[in-house]
C-alpha cells in the first residue's frame, strides 16, 4: 500500500510538472498562435485535474491534439484593444469576426409555423437580396408556397424599376437536392428560367464522393459521405439562423431552434459572403437543369482533390478574415475615439440627428466548422467552452440524433460543470418508421445512448450528466446547439445554434455553421432559459429502466453494424 500510495503521488507530481510546462510554453507563444496555444491550454487542465478517469487509457493520448493536422490559424488582435468589462468569451473574436448588436435585435422563435411564417413575410419585403442556404428544399405545397412568393416578389421588383436591384441566391446540397424525379432543382427552374440575372442556385458536392465510390454508391447512401448542411436565411439586413431545413415537416410538426437577427447589416453581409464563397466552388444549377462549375473553378469530384479543397479552403477563409479585420478595425477605431473623449460628441451629434445606435450588450460570433477543407473553428471553440465551463455551471446541450464525437463525449465526462442533455425518443427521431435500412437507425441511436449512459455509470457520474428524452404524440425532433449557465446564475449567458449536431459527421464529414449569442442583456437571456425550458418540458429523465422497455430492444445485427457506420449518421 505504501509502495502504491508513493507511486501515485509522484505520479501526481509528474501531472502538475506536466501541467506547469504546458502552461509556460503557451505563455512563451507568441499571440497569433491562438489555436495551439488553446490547444496547450486545454492539454495543462486535463493534467493539472490529475483524474482517474479511465485509467486503462494512455496519458500518451493526451498528445494527439498535436499530432493532428494543423488547424488554419488565424491572428490574434491585440490585447489593448478589448475594452475593460468585456465579457469572458471574448477570446472567440480571435477566431471570427465578432460582432457587437443590441439585444433588441434579437429574437428567438419557437414553433415551425413561427418559422415559415416569417420566412413568407421576409421574403415578400425583401428588396435587395434573398441568401438561403439549407441541406434541401422539399417539393410539397409548403415549399411551392415558398418559391411563388420568392417569384412574385422578383416579379414586382421588375415592374417597380425596370432593372431591379434584388438578387436572390440559393446554396443546397447536390446529392440531397437532387434526390427523385421531382426534387429541389425541379422546384427551382422555373425562377432560373424567368429571372436568369437575379436568380443564382448553387449545388454543393463534396469532394470526397468521387471515383468508384461515386459511381457503386445509390442514391440516399451517397449522402452519407457529406453535405452542404449549413441552414442560414437572411433578407436584406435580417438574418434566421437555424437547424431546420425548407421542407413541410420543419414548417408543421418536426421542432428545430430559431433566432431572428433583425437590422443587422454586418452579419448579412457575412453570411452572404460565406454563402457566395461555397457558392463558387459549387456546381451551377442551368435552366435546362444540367449543371456546371463556374469558369476556371476546379471540379469537386473530376478534378484534382487536394487543388479543390485548397481553393475552397483560401474562399473560405478570406471570407471570415476580411470580415473579422473589418471588425476589429471597427472596435479599435471606437476604442481610441472613447480613449479621447470623441465619443460623446459623435454621439451628441448622432442624438441630434436621429443616428443614434445603442450600445451593444449582445455579441455574435459565427463558427464554422468545414473539415473537408481544413477548417475547424466550430470544433475548436466547442471543445474550449466545454473544457473551460467551471465547476457549478450548467450546460444544456441538445441534438435530434445523439452520437457525440469521441472528444465530446470525454470532455463532457471529465470536466466540471452539470450537464443536461436532451436527445430524440426513438418515436421523435427523424428515422422513425422509415424503410429499409434507414428504419433500423432509431435503434442504433438508442444503442449509441445505452453505451454513453453505461459510461456515465460506471463513472458515478448520474448527478453531474443527465440525459433526458424528447417525447411529443406526432411530433418529430430535430433540434441542436446549448446553453451555457454560469455558476450562481439562473439565466444563459451564452448559446450556440444553428446546424452541427456535435456528431462525427458534423465534426468531419459536413459543412456546417452556427453562431455563437453571448448577451449580458436579462431580457434576451430571459428569451433563451424559457426556449430551453420549453424543449426540456417534453422529455423525461433516462434511468437504466428506460433500456429495459420493449420500444428499446436493439436487435443483435444492429449492436454489430452500429460501429461499423456510426461515422456517417
Excluded at 378 to 407: C, P, S, W
Aim: proline residues 5%.
Amino acid at each position: 500500500m505504501a509502495a502504491g500510495g508513493s507511486g501515485r503521488r509522484l505520479e501526481l507530481m509528474a501531472a502538475a510538472g506536466g501541467a506547469e510546462l504546458w502552461r509556460r510554453l503557451s505563455a512563451w507563444l507568441p499571440r497569433g498562435r491562438l489555436g495551439l496555444a488553446a490547444l496547450l491550454g486545454r492539454l495543462s487542465d486535463r493534467l493539472s485535474r490529475g483524474r482517474d478517469r479511465r485509467a486503462r487509457r494512455s496519458s500518451w493520448l493526451l498528445l494527439a491534439p498535436l499530432l493532428t493536422p494543423p488547424v488554419p490559424v488565424i491572428t490574434a488582435p491585440p490585447c489593448s484593444l478589448c475594452p475593460e468589462g468585456a465579457h469572458r468569451f471574448q477570446w472567440i473574436r480571435n477566431l471570427v469576426p465578432e460582432f457587437g448588436i443590441s439585444s433588441s435585435h434579437v429574437k428567438v422563435l419557437s414553433s415551425p409555423t413561427e418559422f415559415y411564417e416569417l420566412l413568407k413575410v421576409q421574403i415578400k419585403t425583401a428588396k435587395q437580396r434573398v441568401v438561403m442556404a439549407s441541406l434541401y428544399l422539399g417539393t410539397g405545397l409548403l415549399e411551392q408556397e415558398l418559391v411563388d412568393c420568392l417569384e412574385e416578389t422578383l416579379e414586382k421588383s421588375l415592374q417597380a424599376k425596370g432593372s431591379s436591384n434584388l438578387r436572390v441566391s440559393i446554396l443546397l446540397d447536390y446529392t440531397r437536392g437532387s434526390r427523385g424525379r421531382k426534387n429541389s432543382r425541379t422546384m427551382l427552374i422555373p425562377l432560373l428560367q424567368r429571372f436568369p440575372e437575379q436568380v443564382r442556385v448553387s449545388l454543393f458536392h463534396t469532394p470526397n464522393l468521387r471515383g468508384l465510390l461515386r459511381l457503386l454508391i445509390p442514391e440516399r447512401f451517397n449522402e452519407t459521405i457529406g453535405l452542404q448542411h449549413i441552414k442560414v436565411y437572411l433578407f436584406d439586413d435580417n438574418v434566421i439562423l437555424s437547424g431546420a431545413n425548407l421542407s413541410d415537416l420543419y414548417f408543421t410538426n418536426r421542432q428545430d431552434r430559431y433566432v431572428l437577427l433583425q437590422d443587422s447589416p454586418e452579419i448579412a453581409d457575412f453570411f452572404t459572403e460565406l454563402v457566395d464563397a461555397i457558392g463558387d466552388v459549387s456546381l451551377q444549377l442551368q435552366r435546362d437543369d444540367t449543371v456546371q462549375m463556374m469558369e476556371g473553378m476546379v471540379h469537386p469530384y473530376q478534378g484534382d482533390k487536394m487543388a479543390y479543397c485548397e481553393i475552397a479552403n483560401r474562399r473560405v477563409m478570406e471570407v471570415i478574415n476580411s470580415a473579422r479585420m473589418r471588425q476589429e478595425l471597427l472596435h479599435a477605431k471606437t476604442f481610441h475615439s472613447s480613449q479621447q473623449g470623441s465619443s460623446l460628441l459623435s454621439q451628441q451629434g448622432a442624438q441630434a440627428s436621429g443616428g443614434l445606435k445603442p450600445e451593444p450588450d449582445t455579441w455574435i460570433y459565427p463558427l464554422i466548422q468545414m473539415k473537408p477543407f481544413g477548417i475547424q473553428i466550430d470544433e475548436m471553440v466547442t471543445e474550449t467552452l466545454l473544457t473551460e465551463a467551471e465547476r457549478d455551471a450548467r450546460i444544456y446541450l441538445t441534438t435530434g440524433y445523439f452520437n457525440l464525437t469521441q472528444a465530446y463525449m470525454d470532455l463532457i465526462l471529465g470536466t466540471r460543470a452539470e450537464y443536461r442533455i436532451l436527445l430524440a425518443s426513438p418515436e421523435v427521431n427523424g428515422f422513425f418508421g422509415a424503410k429499409g435500412v434507414a428504419g433500423a437507425i432509431p435503434a442504433a441511436y438508442v444503442y449509441i445512448e445505452h453505451q454513453f449512459y453505461s459510461e456515465v455509470c460506471y463513472l458515478h457520474q448520474q448527478e453531474r450528466v443527465q440525459l433526458q428524452e424528447y417525447s411529443r404524440a406526432g411530433w418529430t425532433f430535430h433540434a441542436k446547439g446549448l446553453w451555457l449557465y454560469l455558476a450562481g446564475s439562473d439565466l444563459p449567458c451564452l448559446t450556440l445554434i444553428g446546424s452541427p449536431n456535435f456528431g462525427y459527421r458534423s465534426v468531419h464529414r459536413d459543412l456546417e455553421a452556427q453562431v455563437a449569442i453571448v448577451t449580458e442583456n436579462k431580457a434576451l437571456q430571459q428569451q433563451l432559459h424559457q426556449e430551453q425550458e420549453q424543449l426540456y418540458l417534453c422529455s423525461g429523465v433516462v434511468s437504466s429502466s428506460t433500456f429495459e422497455q420493449p420500444n428499446r430492444y436493439v436487435k443483435l445485427w444492429v449492436k454489430l453494424v452500429t460501429p461499423l457506420i456510426k461515422n456517417f449518421f
